[in-house]
């Protein structure tokens, strides 16, 4: 059983950075064998992709939003999936989701980024709540 936990989030100043990491937490099951994706999700509004890649090749997507200021990026050794955002904006302020799925399950990154792609078969973490203030 995949269980992903998500830390590095907090308050920041706009113009500020943070580095989101996903791990998971059974020691047992390798990311390395699963698309990831990091999503966000504002009060009121649904949950969208923000930055996934493949498993295998890690190929990357980002949604347009934040294309040039985060990169999504793989430690194999340390079995976690790091999110680095850059010149982050007050508009980033959401809880911040990782999710899995096994590489057989998902073609291409922009397929991963669709949290519909995600269930069934996929896994999510609680979140951890990223605020940019002014």
């Known amino acids: 059983q995949v269980q992903l936990v998500e830390s590095g989030g907090g308050l920041v100043q706009a113009g500020g950075a943070l580095r989101l990491s996903c791990t998971n937490a059974?020691?047992?099951?390798?990311?390395?064998?699963?698309?990831i994706g990091w999503f966000l999700q504002a009060p009121g509004k649904a949950r969208e992709g923000v930055s996934c890649?493949?498993?295998?090749?890690?190929?990357?997507y980002a949604a347009d939003s934040v294309k040039g200021r985060f990169t999504i990026s793989r430690d194999n050794a340390k079995n976690t999936v790091y999110l680095q955002m850059n010149s982050l904006k007050r508009e980033d302020t959401a809880v911040y989701y990782c999710?899995?799925?096994?590489?057989?399950?998902?073609?291409?990154?922009?397929?991963?980024?669709?949290?519909?792609?995600?269930?069934?078969?996929?896994?999510w973490g609680q979140g951890t709540q990223v605020t940019v203030s002014s």
């Open positions: 890649l493949t498993s295998k090749d890690d190929r990357t």
């Open positions: 999710a899995a799925k096994a590489g057989i399950f998902i073609d291409t990154a922009q397929a991963m980024c669709n949290p519909d792609q995600v269930a069934p078969m996929g896994y």
């Open positions: 059974n020691s047992g099951f390798t990311l390395e064998d699963y698309a």
